[in-house]
Antibody
Framework: EVQLVESGGGLVQPGRSLRLSCAAS????????MHWVRQAPGKGLEWVSG????????LYADSVKGRFTISRDNAKNSLYLQMDSLRADDTALYYC???????????????WGLGTLVTVSS | QSALTQPASVSGSPGQSITISCTGT?????????VSWYQQHPGKAPKLMIY???NRPSGVSYRFSASKSGNTASLTISGLQAEDEADYYC??????????FGTGTKVTVL
């Protein structure tokens, strides 16, 4: 059974940093691209970042480029999102999602975690 | 990158068919066949319903179908059922090497 479990969310002050993790199991992690998608309270889905199977391709939304860094450790079946210079509008539930493809040019996200909540507030 | 445009809401009676449109540009839907659709029930994680414009993952009901014409993609739900009431989002890969989601459509079963 495929499982994606996010962790690392919490309350953080504007300008500070946070690192999200996603532990994957139930599939061959290094065969697939992975993504982070967020959803602000009561709002729609927003793609944040994606990474190819071998970390050779890193993609970012304009809203987080230069502030967030995606990475993965295939030996640990884990995905990460380093979030720096956090702003109030980064407040959201952050989902980790598995791509159906190895490349980061997503064809579809077939498994999702339950999300981890990030709240940016003073 | 602006979000893809979807109608805010679509409704239908049980058994009817409804169609949700998703309008993009020549930089996303118009160029790439990497269009997917997601269903999200309140408080739940999204579920992949369609990938590569019109392909259904294993386990997704045949009542869900999709297509693309030009810069617009469409999701059709036939034989509408109460359990189909949810939010639906489209997404596409873009020429700027990003993914963009649609604005979301709330489907109501009357």
């Amino acid at each position: 059974e495929v499982q994606l479990v996010e962790s690392g969310g919490g309350l953080v002050q504007p300008g500070r940093s946070l690192r999200l993790s996603c532990a994957a199991s139930g599939f061959t992690f290094d065969d697939y691209a992975m993504h982070w998608v967020r959803q602000a309270p009561g709002k729609g889905l927003e793609w944040v970042s994606g990474i190819s199977w071998n970390s050779g391709s890193l993609l970012y939304a304009d809203s987080v480029k230069g502030r967030f860094t995606i990475s993965r450790d295939n030996a640990k079946n884990s995905l990460y999102l380093q979030m720096d210079s956090l702003r109030a509008d980064d407040t959201a539930l952050y989902y980790c999602a598995k791509d159906i493809n190895y490349a980061s040019s997503s064809r579809g996200l077939d498994y999702w975690g339950l999300g981890t909540l990030v709240t940016v507030s003073s | 990158q602006s979000a893809l445009t979807q109608p805010a809401s679509v409704s239908g009676s049980p058994g009817q068919s409804i169609t949700i449109s998703c309008t993009g540009t020549s930089s996303d839907i118009g160029t790439y066949n990497y269009v997917s659709w997601y269903q999200q029930h309140p408080g739940k994680a999204p579920k992949l319903m369609i990938y590569d414009v019109s392909n259904r993952p294993s386990g997704v009901s045949y009542r869900f179908s999709a297509s693309k014409s030009g810069n617009t993609a469409s999701l059709t739900i036939s034989g509408l059922q109460a359990e189909d009431e949810a939010d639906y989002y489209c997404t596409s890969y873009t020429s700027r090497r990003t993914l963009v989601f649609g604005t979301g459509t709330k489907v109501t079963v009357l």
